[in-house]
């Protein structure tokens, strides 16, 4: 079982209100990840991190923003939630392991986001 | 361009049968083919993960087997559990970059009844 955790698990929200979704991990991963995931549908990576004061945007565009401030924690944030962006969004980390290898992405439980 | 794909999309079975998940890939430079299973309402959860040189994997029940020349990958399930209800994804990830960019596929959704 990861150490990974997420707040809230579910949120339900109207337009226009300000919402940010906390991640944080206890394993000392460097690097962290936040997905979108529709029903049915594949992950899709909107943003990462590779350490302290580091954040990328991901594949798919979105509205939200992030920060790491400190190592485990990783809160995304949407300035203005509007109806499209009612989705799961799932929180991950994992350390660097060889370059063949590849690194193993824990994953938290995620957020089911419902905006009105 | 990248792609994963699995089929079927989704499944139900008896308890106690076996079942085998495919999964294609375009994914090149290839790297590792994992499988996660994720449970309704809960994140992935890594199962397996094989690189290029790995044929097959096992992890309980769980067997996974990687042909990397046709580039497919498939999960078995032997003597299925209700609890083996979930969602199975393919991810594959590459070499092109220091990200080690993952690309997933939308999941096969087994259903185990008893």
């Known amino acids: 079982e990861a150490d990974i955790y997420q707040t809230p698990r579910y949120l339900v929200i109207g337009t226009g209100k300000k919402i940010t979704l906390e991640c944080s991990q206890t394993?000392?991963?460097?690097?962290m990840y936040w997905y979108q995931q529709d029903p049915g549908m594949e992950l899709h990576l909107i943003h990462y991190?590779?350490?302290?004061?580091?954040?990328e945007k991901g594949d798919l565009s979105s509205e939200s923003t992030v920060s790491r401030i400190r190592t485990e924690h990783f809160p995304l944030t949407l300035e203005s939630a509007r109806p499209s962006h009612t989705s799961q969004y799932l929180c991950?980390?994992?350390?660097?392991?060889?370059?063949?290898?590849?690194?193993?992405?824990?994953f938290g439980p995620g957020t089911r986001l419902l905006v009105l | 361009k990248n792609q994963v794909e699995q089929s079927p999309q989704s499944l139900i079975i008896l308890e106690g049968k076996n079942c085998t998940l495919q999964c294609n890939y375009t994914v090149s430079p290839f790297s590792n083919l994992r499988w996660y299973k994720q449970d309704t309402g809960r994140g992935p959860v890594s199962l397996t993960i094989m690189t290029f040189s790995e044929n097959t994997k096992s992890n309980g029940r769980y067997t996974a087997t990687l042909d990397a020349d046709t580039k497919q990958s498939s999960l078995h399930i032997t003597a299925s559990q209700l609890s083996d209800s979930a969602s199975y994804i393919c991810v594959v990830s590459d070499r092109g970059s220091t990200l080690g960019r993952l690309y997933f596929g939308r999941g096969t959704q087994l259903t185990v009844w008893p």
């Open positions: 991950a980390s994992s350390e660097s392991q060889t370059p063949r290898r590849g690194e193993t992405q824990y």
């Open positions: 991190s590779y350490g302290v004061n580091s954040t």
């Open positions: 394993m000392g991963h460097d690097k």
